[in-house]
Nanobody
Framework: QVQLVESGGGLVQAGGSLRLSCAAS????????MGWFRQAPGKEREFVAA????????NYADSVKGRFTISRDIAKNTVYLQMNSLKPEDTAVYYC?????????????????????WGQGTQVTVSS
């Protein structure tokens, strides 16, 4: 009922920029929050950034603060991740996820288990 499609990944040199997009669709789509996670080769999935759908408040992992910016376009049901000053260690598959707007209980934005739907991922590769 909910589909998330990421786009915008690719190959970029260190110091460069990319903007990822995640478009949501579905008859029952409603979101409390959306987040970006990434998984590098040989590592566990890690939190990158999250945004409240209604209020727009944001949270970032320490490793990307000052370099990445998360935003959303409510009319387009789309969330973005602007990535600047990219480093080789940013290389990973990036996934977007959403927490359903009607889901109750506590929400921990850094915990992937709190999200209900996930996209297929988009590859970001940063070369030196």
């Amino acid at each position: 009922q909910v589909q998330l499609v990421e786009s915008g990944g690719g190959l970029v040199q260190a110091g460069g920029s990319l903007r990822l997009s995640c478009a949501a669709s579905g008859r029952t789509f409603s979101s409390y929050a959306m987040g970006w996670f990434r998984q590098a080769p040989g590592k566990e999935r890690e939190f990158v950034a999250a945004i409240r759908w209604s209020g727009g408040s944001t949270n970032y992992a320490d490793s990307v603060k000052g370099r990445f910016t998360i935003s959303r376009d409510i009319a387009k049901n789309t969330v973005y991740l602007q990535m600047n000053s990219l480093k080789p260690e940013d290389t990973a598959v990036y996934y977007c996820a959403t927490r359903g707007g009607t889901r109750g209980g506590s929400f921990y934005y850094v915990d992937g288990s709190g999200y209900d739907y996930w996209g297929q991922g988009t590859q970001v590769t940063v070369s030196s």
